[in-house]
């Protein structure tokens, strides 16, 4: 099965740097990458994703970088702004029968002002 | 408006005596799923449903059971919960029968066993 390997687990940065998030997966039949940002006490939300046949997607700060070849893909948050401050998960799809999502383990973003 | 619900937001109980955590979604998805999230460990798989009567489990099914009669309902149920079972618990929902798309979660249930 599936599974998703996720760094850094915390990341601390000042306004107006960028950040990067780095996730590997292990499945190449895996075809749908979703990133989703959890707010302090809130539910997870999507924020991006990116499938298979594209290799960058973006909206407005935030970037997503797919390397199918190596199996990794990466989140890009550019300006960053307290309000990125979160956690931050990324997820593929398993390519087996279960057809499932698996997530990362986290990555839990500072930004400091 | 669209949206997933839990119940109850907050649970303390004691070990050993059954507990059910509903979820309920409004959109017409088929796809549901349930996930604990624990420090360090990310969200974790507990069991999904491709649709009504089809339920399958995750990676972490051991010590729960769900249902699924209805389209719109996935409850998570515990029969004889333990401490290891303290956690935020999460439900999904995904339309199309597939998780290919954006999956949206309810509120959390924090589940406190002791």
């Known amino acids: 099965g599936e599974n998703v390997e996720q760094h850094p687990s915390t990341l601390s940065v000042q306004e107006g740097d960028s950040a990067v998030i780095k996730c590997t997966y292990s499945?190449?039949?895996?075809?749908?990458f979703p990133w989703y940002k959890q707010e302090l006490g809130k539910r997870p939300q999507l924020i991006i994703d990116?499938?298979?046949?594209?290799g960058e997607k973006k909206d407005q700060r935030i970037a997503v970088t797919l390397n199918k070849t190596a199996k990794h893909f990466s989140l890009h948050i550019t300006e960053t702004q307290p309000e990125d401050s979160a956690v931050y998960f990324c997820?593929?799809?398993?390519?087996?029968?279960?057809?499932?999502?698996?997530f990362g383990t986290g990555t839990l973003l500072a930004v400091q002002p | 408006e669209a949206q997933v619900t839990q119940n109850p937001r907050y649970l303390i109980t004691v070990t050993g005596k059954k507990l059910t955590v509903t979820c309920s979604q409004n959109?017409?998805?088929?796809?549901m799923s349930w996930y604990r999230q624990d420090p360090g460990l990310g969200l974790r798989q507990i069991y999904y449903?491709?649709?009504?009567?089809?339920?399958d489990k995750g990676d972490v099914p051991e010590g729960y059971k769900v249902s699924r009669k209805e389209k719109r309902n996935f409850p998570l149920i515990l029969e004889s919960p333990s401490p290891n079972q303290t956690s935020l618990y999460f439900c999904?929902?995904?339309?199309?029968?597939?998780?290919?798309?954006?999956?949206?979660f309810g509120q959390g249930t924090r589940l406190t066993v002791v």
């Open positions: 959109m017409n998805h088929e796809y």
């Open positions: 499945d190449s039949a895996s075809n749908y």
């Open positions: 999904a929902s995904s339309p199309r029968g597939d998780p290919n798309t954006e999956a949206f």
């Open positions: 997820a593929a799809v398993d390519g087996g029968a279960t057809n499932k999502l698996i």
């Open positions: 990116i499938r298979s046949n594209v």
């Open positions: 449903s491709m649709n009504v009567e089809v339920t």
